[in-house]
């Protein structure tokens, strides 16, 4: 009886605990020195239809330039943040177009933001002489969803021009104990469709990929591990207690019922 106990929870402790490695970020091979620099692959994004794009148009003639600008640009809207971004940003169509006031439709899908800007800058040439009109256009935050075995999955919006995997995962409360940080999904729509990445954020080497950076309209999926499946416990004590709570449960109907034969 005590062999088989002790083998039982031998067997529970190492099926079930969660290994450290699994749970450790950025680990980096035993020959690597400590100091290392790892190369950044930005890819620049492609508008998509239902993006909202931030468009500001400056002048040395404030009132001319007001007739380019949407609501949004005002220095009393900007406080009203995402709503505001919403209701008077430039909102990309099915079609892949923007509408601007006094210069009409513009084409911008399939576009990065500098190709944007310089199709804006020639349009307004018809305007004003040339370098008269500085553009800016900037996306309107980066909005992303994180779904699966994180703390606070949900709908996230990150004023900022890029964001990168661990920044978006600790905006949902980072990875569970029981979350698959070795296999975590990022489901990407693309002119050509959609696109399925998987990034194993236990290897430092994660920084060299090209989707070290999410990008605006991503799906970060976190898959469970198959500990939580068992629903034994993450850490050697919970599982330790749980086995043998199962073993003592056991060993009692064992008895009970030897006493009544």
């Known amino acids: 009886m005590k062999r088989l106990l002790l083998l039982v929870l031998t067997i529970g402790l190492l099926s079930s605990c969660v290994p450290k490695k699994r749970l450790t970020y950025l680990q980096q091979a035993e020959d690597t020195p400590s100091s290392t620099t790892y190369t950044l692959q930005r890819s620049k994004y492609q508008v998509q239809p239902n993006d909202i794009l931030s468009i500001t148009i400056r002048?040395?003639?404030?009132?001319?330039?007001?007739?380019?600008?949407?609501?949004?640009?005002?220095?009393?809207?900007?406080?009203?943040?995402d709503i505001l971004f919403y209701l008077n940003g430039y909102s990309v169509d099915a079609g892949g177009f923007i509408e601007m006031p006094v210069v009409g439709k513009i084409q911008v899908l399939g576009k990065n933001i500098e190709e944007v800007q310089e199709v804006v800058q020639n349009k307004l040439s018809t305007y004003f002489k040339q370098d008269a009109a500085f553009?800016?256009?900037?996306?309107?935050?980066?909005?992303?969803?994180?779904?699966?075995?994180?703390?606070?999955?949900?709908k996230y919006l990150i004023y900022q021009n890029q964001v990168n995997i661990f920044e978006a995962l600790a905006r949902a409360g980072d990875i569970t104990l029981v979350g698959d940080r070795k296999q975590v999904q990022i489901v990407r729509q693309q002119?050509?469709?959609?696109?399925?990445?998987e990034l194993d954020l236990t290897d430092?080497?994660?920084?060299?990929?090209?989707?070290?950076?999410?990008?605006p309209n991503d799906i970060i999926n976190v898959k469970p591990l198959s500990q939580k499946s068992l629903g034994i416990g993450t850490t050697g004590f919970q599982t330790f207690a749980s086995i043998l709570g199962i073993v003592a449960s056991a060993a009692t109907l064992i008895f009970t019922l030897s006493r009544i034969e």
């Open 59 to 81: 002048t040395f003639d404030q009132q001319t330039a007001e007739l380019f600008n949407s609501a949004s640009n005002s220095a009393n809207n900007l406080v009203a943040g």
């Open 135 to 154: 553009v800016t256009v900037q996306l309107a935050g980066i909005r992303f969803s994180v779904v699966g075995d994180v703390a606070l999955p949900g």
């Open 191 to 197: 002119p050509e469709g959609v696109n399925i990445f």
């Open 204 to 215: 430092a080497n994660v920084i060299n990929s090209p989707q070290y950076f999410i990008q």
